[in-house]
């Protein structure tokens, strides 16, 4: 109930806020979120699943926020930075799609 | 020790809502449930004690309360939030600020390529304006050429008086022996050397102007005299004949003057021609325009 009061805070916080995203920033933001959004799935999943551990997904969010841009910033010196965002992309893209498959099948036995 | 309470309450709430679900299980879960016992024989059973497990531990969780893992992931999930929002914001913004190196210059690409279209194609329409409108003074500085260009044409055609420098030329003939071939060779000669305007006419007499339709016709053609004259455009002329001549002076002189050229012919058949250069020569007869019945200017017509 307090995460998702904190999501909702967070999102009217972003919204009027209007903050400026420094350069530096841009290219890895979004690729955060999506990572970010994965380890909030994997979180549910845990909570569902009865695991939930505040170290384990403190850990893992930031883990995964930081490897994400990480492999961006990687891709970006490399020269194939928009080639590894739409890899990161997709494979946590599959991960949020398991998590959630996880989730439904804990909320609604389907 | 609150927290346990609280969830134990949670784990005996399901089994009184979930029966209700229980029909598309079989009866085999209906007992099952009521048991409440997670641990079942039946795989249906396992899967429908996960679900009761997984909806109290979320309505646990729904329950507000300040432990340290409901704050960690609210803090998180704030923040989630809030980069998502962020982002979603500066995307929409649609700035440039963000794009990687080679996206940047594929768009660069493409702007580039888009300016030089409507470039030319703000040259065609100013091009198309120009010609419409004309600019300020564009009519008059038009209508001035096109007169400019008449009175040209005027004195090329004959139907305008003109006046300039050129020569007289006097033929006279007292033995009847230049006819219409001496003359032509006359203003042959005088065309190829620049002849401009060009007035025949008999000395005091009437005088044709001479344009490129002018023909010359001996009156009688079977006589070994040609003293009767020659028809030039329907007026007749006889000797002694004079043409006025606008041009280079010296020129036109020379031109006559050759061996074996226009005076050349009249000497040896005894006739005189005398060539005058003049300052101004004053042409004045004139010929009505002729107005063209089947030909008309092409590429201005409209066919109707």
């Known amino acids: 109930m307090i995460a998702a009061i904190g999501l909702v805070l967070g999102i009217v916080a972003g919204l009027f806020l209007e903050p400026t995203v420094p350069t530096w920033l841009q290219p890895y933001l979004p690729i955060a979120v999506v990572a970010a959004l994965d380890a909030v799935f994997g979180g549910l999943r845990a909570l569902l699943d009865g695991i939930f551990d505040d170290r384990v997904f403190v850990v893992s969010f930031v883990a995964n926020v930081l490897v994400a841009a990480l492999i961006v910033y990687l891709g970006d010196q490399l020269g194939v930075g928009s080639q590894l965002s739409t890899g990161v992309v997709v494979v946590l893209g599959i991960r949020i799609f398991s998590n959630a498959a996880a989730i439904r099948r804990h909320l609604f036995s389907a | ?304």
Do not use: K
């Open chain 2, 1 to 304: 020790m609150s927290t346990t309470d609280e969830q134990s309450n949670a784990d005996s709430e399901p089994p009184g809502p979930d029966i209700e679900h229980a029909g598309p299980e079989g009866e085999h879960a209906g007992p099952d449930i009521e048991h409440a016992g997670p641990e079942g024989e039946h795989a249906g059973v396992a899967v429908g004690a996960a679900r009761v497990r997984g909806r109290a531990r979320l309505r646990s969780a729904m329950h507000p309360r300040a432990t340290r893992a409901q704050l960690v992931a609210a803090v998180l999930c704030g923040v989630l939030g809030f980069a998502a929002a962020v982002q979603v914001r500066a995307n929409q913004d649609a700035g440039l600020t963000g794009l990687r190196q080679t996206d940047l210059v594929r768009i660069l690409d493409d702007v580039s390529e888009r300016e030089a279209r409507l470039e030319a194609e703000a040259r065609d329409l100013e091009e198309t304006r120009d010609l419409v409108s004309g600019g300020s003074d564009g009519p008059l500085a038009a209508l001035e050429e096109a007169r400019a260009r008449a009175r040209v044409l005027g004195i090329l055609a004959g139907t305008l008086p003109a006046t300039g420098p050129g020569i007289e030329l006097t033929i006279s003939d007292p033995r009847g022996e230049v006819g219409s071939d001496v003359l032509l060779d006359a203003l042959q000669e005088l065309r190829d050397a620049g002849a401009e305007a060009i007035e025949v006419s008999t000395v005091d007499g009437p005088a044709v102007r001479v344009v490129a339709s002018t023909s010359l016709v001996d009156v009688d053609p079977g006589a070994a005299d040609h003293s009767s004259g020659v028809d030039v455009d329907g007026t007749t002329l006889v000797s002694p004949y004079r043409f006025r001549v606008i041009g280079e002076p010296r020129t036109l002189a020379a031109a006559l003057d050759i061996p074996g050229g226009v005076l050349d012919v009249l000497s040896q058949r005894g006739a005189q021609g005398v060539v005058t250069e003049r300052e101004s020569v004053e042409i004045t007869s004139l010929r009505a325009a002729p107005s063209p019945r089947y030909a008309r200017p092409a590429g201005e017509g409209d066919g109707s």
